[in-house]
């Protein structure tokens, strides 16, 4: 939410595009049970975008253009706050930025935690999708490598998920699976798991962590909390906005319930042990909780975190609530014992 | 819903007291991400006694008497279905059933499962309460002990705690704690955590492992999912309906914030490992996952399971769907796992 309050003059013109943001929510008494922080994000009104339908490749552009300047303000003072430094590069020609903490637990020397954000497919170009890599290697005391996927509309479905494997797949000479751990939230988290199922078809090994937060597992308006938490949730707010056009835009006319876009169709045997995030609030409490369920019953160790109050990735949202800092924590504990 | 649509007329007649039970209810699809009868049971109306508020003794006994007619006709059933027999007794001078399956499995042979059943601390008396305990037993091969204790109006706070604390420090001269996991959903979810808080501050040893399903661990109105999943959980409605009630009859003029009425309130350091279960539409999802947090950030070793659409306990009532053999199979695994 900071990173979406700041630049409001940009998202004031973009809410001009939007019809009905506001009669969406219902009205709930913002819940006490939860930090000051994380009390002042729940009472806050929709995002201004939620309800945008991109016409054209211009509007989804510009749509784009607009949330990445948001969030490029925040970054400085990210990373300045998480100590640590952002460095671009290039992993099997893909552009990757690698995010390391001033200090690296010795542990975690020869380690590495590979991170794709999230943003639908369409949002968080460039740096700005690093945000949440800064606050795990910041708080977490890990080098974290950050894969700036190709994204819809110009590069729809399978461009994101073959770049998110090339990384992995060049990682892999050089870092050993049992010390690599793949992280992200909503999309990324979605990508996390399809991710663990590609490596399984092309029969590279599979990562030794999975810590998918809020994950998007089905593409399609599928799973109970895409109807209980719609006008809940203030940050997704429903699936009927930019969500389910980013949704079409990237499957592009394939199948949503190919297990490539839509991981809770997949086959997770096999899987590594996994930590899943979710809210109380979360439009995605369900792609979640679906998700858990289907691990346990294939006898994967799957852990579940559900936080009180919360909508789609409040976590990532203020860096100085006590919430954020427990998520990445936990994130920290479990990579520390499953990675090599 | 099993037990409690079979005696329909019974539960008519209790429906002429209820002043509004229609309106209440969110209009919402059912899932299809459930079994058909996980489907079925979300899909039923709201329990006709939700919004019961019994004015005197009288009205209480006859509420806890109808529920406790429609619950008895199912025991003969279930009992023979789950191949256990059920012996009555009395420990430490309060009465309890002896829930024995048929096939004890040979590691379990010296271990027992304390069983405290649900109820709001008014319903559920005598063999009525053993409805849980029947299926542990005879999903999870476990002998189970389940404590028949007094309740409101006639017994208030902390005659219920009382029962259950004299059964564990009796239980204790013949099993080792490391052998005896307690369990219970709801009401008896919130006395298995307050268990494990007297058990400290009386100085007794605390069970190996805890098992509260969908526990009541804020007998006050406070926690999200009371106003989020109000309409929506078709169990328990709200929190303004019989339950406020029998809260404020058990806690008898008592602060319920007294972490014996609300172990949410409490100090859960060195708690044992503890699986907790609740679905995305309880109204206790918060009483759930708060504590889940409360544990993990205490560093116990709290484990989680939502059930995706899941009303209050929904896993107690249809022993046939697959959601109520999970459940117990994920409880079977963690107490094999944590006892002695």
New interface residues.
Partial sequence: MNILKKNLFTLLLLSLWVSSSQAAMRE??A???VSPEMQKLTEAAPLPFWNLHPKDHAEWKSFVQSVAEATATELPGLREQMEVTVTPGSIAGVPVFTVTPRKIRPENSERILLHLHGGGYVLNPGETGTYEAILMAGMGGFKVLSVDYRMAPDFPYPAAMDDAVAVYRELLKTVPAEKIGVFGTSTGGGMTLALGLRAKAEGLPLPAALAPGTPWTDLTQ????Y???EG?DNILVSYDGWLGEAAKVYANGHDMKDPMLSPIYGDVSGFPPTLLTTG??DLF??NT??M??KL??AGIDA???????MSHAHYLMDPNAPETR?HFT?LKKFFNQHLQ
């Fill in positions: 709930l008494p819940p006490n049970t599928t799973g109970d909390s109807f209980v938490n809940v109380t609030r409490l369900s909780i679906r858990h369920l346990r019953q852990d579940l975190i559900v936080f009180e109050g427990f936990e």
